[in-house]
């Protein structure tokens, strides 16, 4: 007798069945799964990640610790259940990211060969070679501008190497080198010093020459601030901010007055100034009272790009010039001088109207503009700030709240504030992860701290739940502040920040966080070694909201310093109770 063959009646049996069945919504019935239906741009589907199959030593270590030590402790995540791994990883990488070299500067391409031609002893009295500042301008240009230009870069160069003064200043070439240095000393550490003597010879400039009422000197101006707050002396940063805006609100850029005259009366008719005008006022405030740099530049005659990718850059800005100005309603509804808008600004309604606009813009997106393997770096951290602001508008309705947060323009029965938060903190997880993966030089910016520190305020809240994927994240967020700190002393504070929440929540156990402190203080040794900004070393401080959440009733606790001395204050009680 031959034996019945055996038919499956299921696929339960199949090893690679939950391979399979991840890539099916498990329910109809959730917000998530409209939004990725009705929305895709704003909310690809998520397909699931082997965590395991991912390069953990290079994600979740920083980068800049010594060999040595992360021989001894790259399998420290091991012992929390995350397994260790040497394979590669298995998504499907952009074939044109670039990796990361940390140590003596490559021979990095040049982001536009003119720079070739850069005689950097015209614009500066510090001395360097021009091989050096060609590259430090051209990583600014390939990892900073294009998320926010707060200047034409076509304008800017053509004076640079010109040497002439229109669109260029000894002011504005100091202020910017100093902020470029920064980022650049992942790559030749010796410009860690540079980046304050660029520091203090632009602050000579401005003592000497009072009435400096341009264009380069407001964008100067932001250079210097973001400097400032980068470096932990919010102090002087605040001075440059106050006097940015002074002089933008006089040259009629933005803030203006009744009976104010408009910068479109002084530069009407004058192409090149209209769009530099553009390009610093809607790199500062949003909106401002001029058009946006697409705007104006598809009003003139055509003009040459100063590299290949300028168009797809400026697309990038203004789709993220709309975004900041449904952004800033919000803001000025829950912060402005009115304290905190009409009762109807402060709803759930007001909340799902706004968001309604987002989901607006993002189907909006051009092509080049959606989200996809071959996006650039500039196009990834536009959808993080979108996600960020999505969370930010419903923020006030998740935590801690008792009363109805429905929406009532979805179909899905259980649409609710903290469905379209979960959806954007998946959306905000998942950037993170690819940027970390695919943009190894763009990690090199500040701008993706956004996503670093989103994540974290959300991960620390998963604490403790079933599965381990919240550990992941949030060892990655460590690790991507840790790198920050190696060029951007400030975010020393960050991560005490981030430890300090961590605690709180039991995410981390106090043996973590005793290698974490012994990694920041090998990664805060160059500071020990190099001048401070100012005239004194002053208290370092960093005033920006850390904790998003504690925001909402209290923002002062809720600033990186106050949260880092918080840190301090709880291991020193722990320690003291060891004893």
């Known amino acids: 007798m031959h034996q019945a063959a055996s038919i499956p009646t299921s696929l339960t049996f199949n090893p690679e069945n939950h391979v399979l069945r991840s890539f099916i919504p498990q329910t109809r019935n959730s917000l998530e799964f409209e939004l990725t239906v009705r929305h895709p741009i704003a909310y690809p ?147 860690r010093e540079l980046s304050v003597a660029f520091f203090s010879e632009a602050d000579t400039i401005l003592a000497d020459q009072a009435q400096l009422n341009t264009l380069t000197t407001v964008s100067a101006l932001q250079f210097l601030c973001m400097t400032a707050i980068t470096q932990g002396r919010d102090d002087i940063a605040s001075r440059y901010l106050r006097r940015g805006i002074a002089i933008g609100k006089a040259m009629g850029l933005f803030g203006l007055h009744p009976g104010k005259a408009s910068a479109d009366a002084w530069v009407d008719g004058y192409r090149d100034w209209r769009i530099a005008a553009s390009y610093t006022s809607w790199g500062l405030e949003s909106p401002p009272s001029l058009p946006t740099p697409v705007q104006v530049e598809h009003q003139s005659a055509p003009h040459v790009g100063f590299v290949n990718t300028h168009t797809f850059h400026i697309e990038s800005f203004q789709a993220c010039c709309e975004l900041w100005t449904i952004f800033n309603g919000v803001l000025w509804t829950r912060y402005g001088e009115d304290g905190g808008g009409s009762l109807y600004r402060r709803s759930l309604a007001y909340a799902e109207e706004v968001y309604s606009r987002l989901l607006d813009w993002a189907g909006r997106l051009p092509l080049e503009l959606i989200r996809c393997l071959e996006s650039n770096h500039a196009v990834m951290m536009m959808h993080v700030y979108f996600h960020a602001i999505v969370t ?70 998963e604490a403790g739940a079933t599965s381990v994927e919240w550990r992941y994240y949030l060892y990655l967020c460590i690790a991507g502040l840790e790198d920050l700190y190696g060029s951007f002393r400030a975010f020393g504070l960050i991560v005490k920040a981030l430890l300090g929440m961590a605690l709180e929540h039991n995410a981390i156990t106090p043996e973590e966080v005793k290698r974490v402190r012994r990694e920041l203080k090998e990664l805060g040794q160059p500071y020990e070694d190099t001048n401070p900004l100012g005239e004194d070393r002053g208290v370092e401080v960093a005033s920006w909201i850390i904790n998003l959440d504690l925001a909402l009733t209290d923002p002062e606790a809720a600033q990186g310093s106050n949260l880092a001395a918080r840190f301090d204050s709880m291991v020193l009680q722990d320690g003291e109770e060891s004893n």
């Open 45 to 191: 589907t998520l397909y699931p990640v082997e965590f395991q199959s991912l390069p953990l030593d290079t994600l979740l270590n920083p980068t800049r610790i010594s060999r040595s030590q992360l021989q001894s402790s790259s399998t420290w995540y091991s012992r929390l259940g995350l397994p260790s791994t040497s394979q590669p990883a298995p998504l499907h990488i952009d074939s044109a990211s670039t990796e990361l070299v940390v140590g003596p500067a490559p021979c990095r391409p040049l982001v536009d060969d003119r720079l070739r031609n850069l005689s950097i002893a015209f614009w500066t009295d510090v001395h360097m070679s021009n091989d050096l500042a060609a590259r430090i301008i051209s990583l600014y240009l390939e990892v900073d501008y294009p998320v926010l230009p707060i200047f034409n870069a076509e304008l800017f160069l053509d004076d640079l190497l010109r040497q002439r003064h229109y669109f260029c200043s000894r002011l504005l070439v100091c202020a910017l080198m100093s902020w470029a240095c920064q980022a650049f000393t992942s790559i030749s550490p010796e410009t």
């Open 392 to 461: 930010d508008v419903f923020r006030p309705f998740v935590h801690g709240t008792e009363q109805d947060t429905s929406l009532s323009s979805f179909a899905t029965p259980q649409a609710s504030a903290e469905g379209a938060y979960a959806a954007s903190i998946n959306q905000l997880k998942r950037l993170l992860l690819l940027y970390k993966l695919n943009f190894r030089t763009a990690t090199l910016s500040v701008h993706w701290q956004t996503s670093i520190v989103y994540v974290a305020n959300a991960i620390v809240r």
